[in-house]
């Protein structure tokens, strides 16, 4: 049930991930997927194909993602995402995958200074205060491939009807957000000044814990 699919010149793959059909929205017409034929575990090199019909999902533009129905006795719809997808702004993000109702933050990590490796993290971040703080001008335009500088805090999100969990929204020092949602990266200059003032609020307002991690070798303990 996965492959490549290609509609009106985009072209999705797929999530891992069910949509009840009660999300989904018109129908976009039928189109083919193609995908690898694997026997006994290994690749072929033929290529399937099979005939789906195509419909939107409710509240997101079919540029961004659609939902994939493989016969109409399905129970549900399965996800596929443009990951090529290009917002010319931050605004056309925030209304074509409709993140004011589908986006969810989860936690903070904030990278320090003061030694390598050290990370605090901030739970129970609430979602409004990111859309507050950070997400309130529309016209920002997407800088695609920019290169930023090193980041100050990242926010965990998810986005539950599209399948992604553990995405970032990453905060940069030289005033960039940037997101890998729907796959590849998405860049906005918001400011330094409004990025500062976000992180200053969060650690300042909310009780942190110190991220530590053991790295796992193979060979025997010295």
């Not at 390598?116 to 990111?130: A, K, L, R």
């Not at 399948?163 to 860049?187: A, H, P, Q, R």
């Not at 918001?190 to 796992?216: C, M, P, R, S, W």
């Amino acid at each position: 049930r996965f492959g490549r699919l290609k509609l009106n010149n985009a072209e999705y793959t797929a999530r891992d991930l069910a949509v009840h059909t009660e999300n989904d929205g018109d129908f976009l017409g039928t189109a083919a997927i193609s995908s690898a034929y694997f026997k006994n575990g290994k690749n072929t090199d033929e290529i399937q194909t099979a005939e789906v019909k195509v419909y939107a999902i409710k509240g997101i533009q079919p540029i961004a993602a659609v939902a994939v129905r493989f016969s109409e006795t399905d129970e549900c719809s399965y996800a596929y995402v443009n990951s090529f997808y290009t917002p010319k702004t931050l605004g056309d993000f925030i209304s074509d995958v409709n993140l004011k109702e589908n986006l969810k933050t989860e936690l903070c990590y904030f990278y320090s200074n003061e030694a390598e490796n050290d990370v605090v993290v901030y739970e129970d971040v609430p979602t409004g205060v990111v859309w507050d703080k950070l997400l309130n001008d529309m016209t920002v335009v997407n800088e695609p491939d920019k290169q930023v500088g090193s980041e100050l805090m990242s926010i965990s999100a998810k986005i539950d009807v599209l399948g992604y969990s553990n995405m970032t929204v990453s905060l940069t020092e030289d005033g960039y957000l940037w997101t890998n949602i729907l796959d590849t990266g998405k860049y906005f200059y918001i400011g330094e000044e409004k990025i500062k003032a976000f992180v200053n609020e969060i650690i300042t307002t909310h009780q942190g814990y110190q991220y530590i991690y053991d790295l796992i070798t193979d060979g025997e303990p010295e």
